[in-house]
Nanobody
Framework: EVQLVESGGGLVQAGGSLRLSCVASGFTFDDYAIAWFRQAPGKEREGVACIRSRDGDTDYADAVKGRFTISSDNAKHTATLEMNSLKPEDTAVYYC??????????????????????WGQGTQVTVSS
């Protein structure tokens, strides 16, 4: 069973930084993408960033480009989201998700949530003004 556990959320002032971590277990996929999504109160869940394991290809939401950086360790099945220059509008629950690959499932670098199969429970990020 694939399980994803997020950590690193907390309270930070605007302009500050946080680093989120996602640790996966029960992971046997040769190729996959790990992504971060977020959901703010009263809003729809949105994609933030993703990274593909085989080549490190990444994709970011326009709202976080230049401020957030996603990285991964394929051997450890972990992903990190470095968040800098945080804004109050970044406040949300941040979720880690995995898109598995296989012979009939080509991994694509996308933050569209429909292609992600496994999800963590989320970690709260709160950015104060």
């Amino acid at each position: 069973e694939v399980q994803l556990v997020e950590s690193g959320g907390g309270l930070v002032q605007a302009g500050g930084s946080l680093r989120l971590s996602c640790v996966a277990s029960g992971f046997t996929f040769d190729d996959y993408a790990i992504a971060w999504f977020r959901q703010a109160p009263g809003k729809e869940r949105e994609g933030v960033a993703c990274i593909r394991s085989r080549d490190g290809d990444t994709d970011y939401a326009d709202a976080v480009k230049g401020r957030f950086t996603i990285s991964s360790d394929n051997a450890k099945h972990t992903a990190t989201l470095e968040m800098n220059s945080l804004k109050p509008e970044d406040t949300a629950v941040y979720y880690c998700a995995v898109q598995p690959g296989g012979e009939l499932a080509v991994v694509i670098t996308t933050i569209v949530e429909e292609v992600y199969e496994y999800w963590g429970q989320g970690t709260q990020v709160t950015v104060s003004s």
